[in-house]
């Protein structure tokens, strides 16, 4: 689990630094009314935006995070070019502004942090993960169900 993670956030990462590298930039336009960060706001599954630009989703593939209220977050990763599927559980919570992901709950498990997150509303989340600011839309469960049978 803690490879899973590791390659997950270096994915995100190396796909932010390329958007950043790029010079795109996401209008603010109208924004939806922010949330207070709670748990119970981050419950369900959310998808990885891509900045926005739906064509993306073709060169980075797609990723998925379930946060669930019993305290499991289920995490997706799809590659595009080959295929795979990475898919992994762990425990999440809430400290803060940032979410703690942790692998178990034996003492000195492997736990990575998520955040700040910067914006929450009911359909959006950004969370700056390895300093980029990544946008993640609140999608239906069954989205991520499919890739966890």
Same mark, same amino acid.
């Given at each position: ?25 996401? +209008?603010?336009?109208?924004? =939806?009314? !922010?949330? &207070?960060?709670? *748990?119970?706001?981050?419950? $369900? ?52 502004? +940032?979410?703690?992901?942790? =692998?178990? !709950?034996? &003492?000195?498990? *492997?736990?990575?942090?998520? $955040? ?34």
């Amino acid at each position: 689990m803690k490879r899973f993670l590791n390659r997950l956030f270096c994915v995100l990462a190396v796909a932010g630094m390329g958007m950043f590298a790029a010079g795109c930039s996401v +209008e603010d336009g109208d924004k =939806e009314q !922010e949330e &207070e960060v709670t *748990a119970a706001g981050l419950v $369900g599954t959310w998808k990885w935006d891509v900045w926005g630009l739906e064509g993306l989703t073709d060169a980075y593939g797609k990723s998925y995070f379930q946060f669930r209220a019993d305290g499991q977050m289920a995490i997706v990763s799809i590659d595009n070019e080959s295929g795979e599927v990475e898919k992994g559980i762990c425990l999440w919570e809430l400290s803060g502004e +940032e979410i703690v992901l942790r =692998e178990s !709950e034996a &003492e000195g498990a *492997a736990t990575q942090i998520l $955040g700040p997150i910067t914006e929450l509303t009911e359909d959006n989340m950004t969370i700056v993960i390895e300093g980029f600011p990544m946008t993640w839309r609140r999608v239906a469960d069954s989205e991520i169900e499919e890739y966890l049978r």
